[in-house]
């Protein structure tokens, strides 16, 4: 079982960054995929960037091209999402997801694990 932790969100200015942590428990993490997605209110859940297992960043969503990136660091078991630039476009729940394939993919039924969420607000 594998249990994920979001943090690093909350309130911050249009044009500003942030950065968001996963931490995961478990011992096979380094093989899992890894993504994040972001959730706004009233509307789908939206593909944001993926990472493979080996570190290799495989998908990116094309509304954050540019400003956002994705990373991991395999010995502390987690993931980052480094956002720039951010836009009141930005403003969701984010969400980890990992796991259990190695790759990674835009498609959030491929995940079996998710954290709970972390709250991004961007104000204009």
């Known amino acids: 079982q594998v249990q994920l932790v979001e943090s690093g969100g909350g309130l911050v200015q249009a044009g500003g960054s942030l950065r968001l942590s996963c931490a995961a428990s478990?011992?096979?993490?380094?093989?899992?995929?890894m993504a994040w997605f972001r959730q706004a209110p009233g509307k789908e859940r939206e593909f944001v960037l993926g990472?493979?297992?080996?570190?290799?960043?495989?998908d990116y969503g094309d509304s954050v091209q540019g400003r956002f990136t994705i990373s991991r660091d395999n010995a502390k078991n987690t993931v980052y999402l480094q956002m720039n630039s951010l836009k009141p476009d930005d403003t969701a729940v984010y969400y980890c997801?990992?796991?259990?394939?190695?790759?990674?993919?835009?498609?959030?039924?491929?995940?079996?694990?998710w954290g709970q969420g972390t709250q991004v607000t961007v104000s204009s």
């Open positions: 997801a990992a796991g259990p394939y190695s790759g990674s993919t835009s498609n959030p039924t491929s995940y079996s694990y």
């Open positions: 990472i493979t297992g080996s570190g290799g960043v495989s």
């Open positions: 478990g011992r096979f993490f380094s093989t899992y995929g």
